[in-house]
């Protein structure tokens, strides 16, 4: 850490400000190696601990009130303890939380999504994105019975072994045996030229291209202008598949990104928001290649099972949290984003700053970086120590964010917290100008 004037007030407030924090860090540490048994949940000097959450908010053990724009990494959308999402917990859970049968639960879930994504004629639920993309990727192998697969530099998938070298920021190769990722190609995301010359080039071994619509723990770097129909046309002429991974996307239209720019992929995996809060990652596409499940017209299905698939409570959370969750309330979150949108860039132009922010419904990412982010690369320029020090001096402020610089809104959220929101990110960057004004001067205007 830098012994920047700055940044020490920084640090040093954020070491008063969670003390009964750090003394449950070195408490977990003993048991759970790096005291965070997920790597994101670690920063320095050490991670918050959150006792509870009640709607747009989050109380640590310290007793501070935080105003939540995390939500659990965009897998909460309704906040906290939403009632009707608890209702249904509570309801469903006192008959039993699992039979390992089909259930109304699975119906009724499958039947909602089926009805609002253009892509989905049906769906085969799991219990994480990751799951869900490694079961995408599998299908298109048996679907088309080639082994490659096209991937976008910058797109996160999950973390099995074919997509974990990921984001260049989560790039995870140790442990990774090289033929698991053999069959993988990568193209920078917003290259169309590229992604074509790609596709034509391997059409005869590529089963598919797997793509997020817009970069989602890359940096919310939105697709130029065409970029997902050129790749759509391409895909189908030369015999490969598409898939959509909208695990993250799905939250800013009832029907997802490709309802949004009306593109429809061949297969597509949702995940957090349509679980409510609790485990889920769905597959889901087009009957012609979800049949390859069926077991009453195929000889042999596709295997694909799990003790906890469709688990019957995580079907009832999602099932109220997305009833809800519809157009006027998308609309309505996505306003909230676009609130903060605008009020941040005029903060950012009132401080003579020239950095990005990119916003699409209630997900916002802030890049330290003196020109628009179009690709991966562009957000790897980004300035580490901001990042670091913004997410500390918002924690002082009683703010939560996600270190790197990404804001998820939630339904919960009021225009005047948004506000106090916009005001708060104003005195973070007053608070970094004058490290700015000394160490990064390509940011300013
Ligand atoms: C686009 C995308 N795909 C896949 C995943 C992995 O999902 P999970 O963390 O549920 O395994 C994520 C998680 O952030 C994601 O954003």
Same mark, same amino acid.
């Given at each position: 850490? $830098?012994?920047?004037? &700055?940044?020490?007030?920084i640090?040093d407030k954020y070491r008063e400000t969670y003390p009964a924090s750090r003394e449950r860090h070195?408490?977990? &540490?003993?048991?759970?190696?790096?005291?965070?048994?997920?790597?994101?949940?670690?920063f320095?000097p050490w991670p918050i601990h959150i006792d509870y959450g009640k709607g747009a908010h989050v109380y640590t053990h310290e007793g501070h009130e935080l105003l939540d724009v995390t939500?659990?990494?965009?897998?909460?959308?309704?906040g906290h303890?939403?009632?009707? @999402?608890?209702?249904? &917990?509570?309801?469903?859970?006192? #008959?039993?939380?699992?039979? $390992?049968?089909?259930?109304?639960?699975?119906?009724?879930?499958?039947?909602?999504?089926? *009805?609002?994504?253009?892509?989905?004629?049906?769906? #085969?639920?799991?219990?994480? +994105?990751?799951?869900?993309?490694?079961?995408?990727?599998?299908?298109?192998?048996?679907?088309?019975?080639? *082994?490659?697969?096209?991937?976008?530099?910058?797109?996160?998938?999950?973390?099995?072994?074919?997509?974990?070298?990921?984001?260049?920021?989560?790039?995870?190769?140790?442990?990774?045996?090289?033929? %698991?990722?053999?069959?993988?190609?990568? @193209?920078?995301?917003?290259?169309?030229?590229?992604?074509?010359?790609?596709?034509?080039? =391997?059409?005869?071994?590529?089963?598919?291209?797997? %793509?997020?619509?817009?970069?989602?723990?890359?940096? &919310? @770097?939105?697709?130029?202008?065409?970029?997902?129909?050129?790749?759509?046309?391409?895909?189908?002429?030369?015999?490969?598949?598409? /898939?959509?991974?909208?695990?993250? $996307?799905?939250?800013? *239209?009832?029907?997802?990104?490709?309802?949004?720019?009306?593109?429809?992929?061949?297969?597509?995996?949702? +995940?957090?928001? @349509?679980?409510?809060?609790?485990?889920? +990652?769905?597959?889901?596409?087009?009957?012609?290649?979800?049949?390859?499940?069926?077991?009453? =017209?195929?000889?042999?299905?596709?295997?694909?099972?799990?003790?906890? =698939?469709?688990?019957?409570?995580?079907?009832?959370?999602?099932?109220?949290?997305?009833?809800?969750?519809?157009?006027?309330?998308?609309?309505?979150?996505?306003?909230?984003?676009? #609130?903060?949108?605008?009020?941040?860039?005029?903060?950012?132009?009132?401080?003579?700053?020239?950095?990005?922010?990119?916003?699409?419904?209630?997900?916002?990412?802030?890049?330290?970086?003196?020109?628009?982010?179009?690709?991966?690369?562009?957000?790897?320029?980004?300035?580490?120590?901001?990042?670091?020090?913004?997410h500390l001096s918002l924690l002082n402020k009683r703010i939560f964010n996600?270190?790197?610089?990404?804001?998820?809104? $939630?339904?919960? /959220?009021? *225009?005047?917290e948004?506000?106090m929101l916009?005001?708060k990110?104003?005195e973070t960057?007053?608070?970094?100008?004058?490290?700015?004004?000394?160490?990064?001067?390509?940011?300013?205007?």
């Amino acid at each position: 850490m $830098s012994a920047h004037p &700055v940044a020490a007030k920084i640090v040093d407030k954020y070491r008063e400000t969670y003390p009964a924090s750090r003394e449950r860090h070195q408490r977990l &540490v003993k048991y759970i190696p790096g005291g965070a048994t997920r790597s994101l949940s670690y920063f320095k000097p050490w991670p918050i601990h959150i006792d509870y959450g009640k709607g747009a908010h989050v109380y640590t053990h310290e007793g501070h009130e935080l105003l939540d724009v995390t939500n659990a990494y965009g897998a909460l959308v309704h906040g906290h303890g939403d009632p009707d @999402v608890v209702a249904a &917990v509570q309801a469903g859970i006192e #008959r039993g939380s699992q039979y $390992s049968t089909p259930t109304d639960g699975q119906y009724r879930l499958a039947k909602l999504l089926c *009805d609002r994504v253009p892509g989905f004629d049906k769906v #085969r639920f799991l219990n994480s +994105g990751t799951e869900a993309t490694m079961f995408a990727m599998r299908t298109a192998r048996a679907i088309t019975g080639k *082994d490659k697969i096209l991937k976008m530099t910058g797109g996160f998938h999950g973390t099995h072994d074919c997509v974990a070298a990921s984001t260049k920021k989560n790039v995870i190769t140790a442990g990774i045996p090289a033929g %698991m990722t053999a069959d993988m190609l990568e @193209v920078p995301f917003n290259d169309p030229v590229a992604a074509e010359k790609a596709v034509k080039e =391997n059409a005869p071994h590529l089963a598919a291209v797997i %793509m997020e619509p817009f970069l989602g723990a890359g940096g &919310v @770097v939105l697709p130029e202008e065409g970029l997902l129909k050129r790749i759509r046309e391409v895909t189908r002429a030369q015999g490969v598949l598409l /898939i959509f991974d909208e695990i993250f $996307s799905f939250r800013v *239209d009832i029907g997802g990104c490709q309802n949004l720019y009306g593109v429809v992929p061949d297969l597509t995996t949702v +995940g957090k928001v @349509v679980g409510g809060g609790l485990p889920i +990652g769905v597959l889901g596409g087009k009957a012609e290649f979800m049949n390859i499940y069926c077991h009453e =017209n195929t000889e042999k299905p596709l295997y694909h099972s799990g003790t906890f =698939n469709g688990y019957e409570t995580v079907m009832q959370a999602g099932f109220a949290a997305m009833t809800k969750y519809d157009e006027q309330t998308i609309a309505d979150i996505n306003a909230k984003g676009a #609130r903060f949108q605008k009020g941040l860039l005029a903060s950012i132009a009132d401080n003579g700053l020239n950095i990005q922010s990119n916003q699409i419904g209630s997900l916002l990412n802030i890049h330290f970086v003196n020109r628009p982010t179009i690709k991966a690369a562009d957000v790897l320029e980004s300035e580490e120590e901001l990042h670091t020090l913004m997410h500390l001096s918002l924690l002082n402020k009683r703010i939560f964010n996600i270190p790197r610089g990404l804001f998820i809104l $939630s339904t919960k /959220i009021t *225009d005047d917290e948004m506000d106090m929101l916009v005001g708060k990110m104003d005195e973070t960057l007053k608070e970094l100008l004058p490290l700015i004004q000394e160490k990064y001067t390509h940011l300013l205007l």
